[in-house]
């Protein structure tokens, strides 16, 4: 070692006496890192950390790039002359067994585990929907919505017909019962529930379905209330239904002008305007009745959908 520069060599070695630069040096030495993680890892404040870090980038231990918002700080490893390169491996050596380096060591891991993360979240986000539902598809949030139901609760669903919403109920409740006034779509419903001891179909019209009154916690209503002469009739039915105080959704058309659409799919009812179906359930013995558009799904073709949601109004 050159000991022509005694004044460098004593700086140098006051460099690496202090424990935190050491701890920095190790941790520099093999990753580029901001300030933040370094905080996280060494667990010091950040005037701290910044303060050794200025210090060693100046005595030229450290280079340091800007990354949009951020400093990253890296060893100058393979720009150190030879005499700082050798204390380095000489410290290197003596502090290779230090506890402390160790634990820093499993907090690192820990903290580039999660930019790993984030940065995967950072260049997904634009296309994370359409990614999500290529992987997983969409009923699985859903089914966390309904999760979300009391395991007790007995559910009606008016209009069931094939009983795509029976099974995915059934799941979640203890019991659910599903009306529907056709045959056919009563037989499809049958085979599809094959199997499931807490499903019952009924056969019945809507405005008058074979349910006891005040029978049920919870009630549904999925594209067809489109499909009767009375909706205002319907509606009552399933606020008798209901006990007192508990909960009814209705998802069905937004108004619209396709008569086209309406006469091909068989339907008594153009939609209905999100004011016009608030005041329907008011009249219908609902109260707090919430109604909003949904967005179209892509793909969709056919009319905008809306979903309604109140309670029965409670018993004086």
Known sequence: MNTAHPDALFARLGNLADPTRLRLLRLLER??????ELCDVLRLPQSTVSRHLKLLADQGWLRSRSLRTTNLYRLADGELDPDAGQLWQLAREQSESWSVLQQDERRLAQRLEQRSTQEFFASAAEDWDRLRTDLYGHRFAMQA?????????????LGCGTGAGLVELAAAVARVIGVDQSDAMLEAARRRIAGLDNVELRQGDLASPPVADASCDAAQLILALSYVEDPGAVLRSMARALKPGRGAVVVDLVAHDRDDFRRR?????AGFEPGELARALERAGFVEARVRELEP??????????LASAQRAAAP
């Open 265 to 269: 799919m068989g339907q008594q009812v």
């Open 31 to 36: 990753h580029e890192l901001g300030v933040a």
């Open 145 to 157: 919505a309904l999760a979300l139901l009391p395991r007790d609760f007995v559910v009606v669903d």
């Open 297 to 306: 799904e892509p793909g969709a073709s056919g009319p905008a959908l809306l």
